[in-house]
């Protein structure tokens, strides 16, 4: 209540102060807080009653409506006409139980994850494949799998010896022979001619590549020039670098280029003199090789007049 009487009478002194500041022309009437209002507690937000919060009421959800009406599919409709261009009205008569039928691979597909590899099922040993038996194994359990379909025939009866002996057929017996083994050995020894001792010894001289300068050589020999080549290209790019652009032009080869100018100036003024007598020039070709002969003298005698000129200067680069 104090609080609230301070700022009543503060805001009456800040309202008359103001009105004597403006002056009695200006002055505001400021009207005068009611005595039950300057006694009212200040709202400051806070409350006795507001420290406990009020228990919060859930409205209850009511339970799901559900029609009286049977489940039925509906007639006149186009959902059981997939992929079609003119779809035409289906379930006339009420037929169909269900509104849309269970076709394969006619929604969007498994849920997100739904295609990862399961970890536990995982492919076993010999799943899509089986194990080869060993031969203990089929010896015992299938012996007929062993057995040849068809033999091949003997090379004994390619030799007329009519083959190896029958199973039942009892071999011969008591065939001796008087052949002396040792004395038939010895006889051939004696009787064979002796054999040709064998030259070991190389003849170098017979050689094919005797005298000739070796392979590896040559191509050491051509990857050194290369190299030289190479260096000296280098080198004399590098001089080439080093020259100054501009040199003075040697007095023999300006009088040898001043010499060839000259020759070419009497033998294009004895042409052009040759076309003098001509006064009358009445074709395109007379015109032409006139005005080119006295430009070719133009330029000759011009080029004369710079080499005729001592300390000629030459551009490299040009």
């Known amino acids: 209540g104090s609080s609230h009487l301070g700022s009543s009478h503060l805001g009456t002194d800040l309202a008359a102060l103001h009105s004597r500041t403006i002056g009695p022309a200006k002055r505001a009437r400021v009207p005068t807080p ?15 009653y507001q420290l406990v919060p009020p228990k919060v009421h859930v409205q209850p959800k009511p339970p799901m409506f559900k ?6 599919p509906p007639t006149a409709s186009t959902f059981h006409l997939p992929g079609t261009s003119h779809p035409v009205l289906s379930n006339m008569g ?5 509104p849309v039928q269970n076709k394969s691979h006619s929604n969007f597909g498994k849920a997100p994850g739904g295609y990862k590899n399961d970890p536990n099922n995982y492919m076993k040993k010999l799943a899509k494949s089986c194990s080869v038996p060993c031969l203990s194994e089929v010896r015992r359990t299938n012996p007929e799998q062993l057995r040849p379909s068809h033999l091949k025939e003997s090379k004994f009866a390619a030799m007329g010896g009519g083959g190896p002996p029958r199973r039942g057929e009892a071999p011969v017996m008591g ?6 083994f040792i004395v038939a050995n010895a006889v051939e020894v004696i009787l064979a001619a002796p054999k040709k001792p064998q030259e070991t010894t190389k003849h170098f001289l017979h050689k094919e590549d005797y005298g000739k300068v070796p392979k590896y050589l040559t191509h050491i020999k051509r990857d050194i020039d290369n190299e030289f080549n190479y260096i000296r290209q280098l080198q004399e790019q590098q001089y080439s670098d080093s020259l100054p652009a501009v040199q003075p032009l040697d007095d023999r080869e300006r009088q040898a280029l001043l010499e060839g100018l000259k020759a070419k100036w009497e033998k294009v ?19 032409r090789r006139k005005e080119k002969c006295e430009a070719e003298l133009a330029q000759l005698e011009k080029d004369i007049e710079k080499l005729s000129k001592r300390n000629i200067q030459v551009h490299l680069e040009s």
């Open 94 to 98: 009420g037929t169909i139980d269900k």
């Open 269 to 287: 003024n004895t042409d052009y003199q040759a076309q003098t007598h001509c006064t009358i020039l009445d074709t395109e070709g007379k015109v």
């Open 175 to 180: 065939l001796k022979s008087s052949k002396n």
């Open 34 to 48: 009611d005595f039950h209002t300057m006694l009212q507690p200040a709202d400051h937000g806070e409350s006795i």
């Open 67 to 72: 029609s009286k009406i049977p489940d039925y």
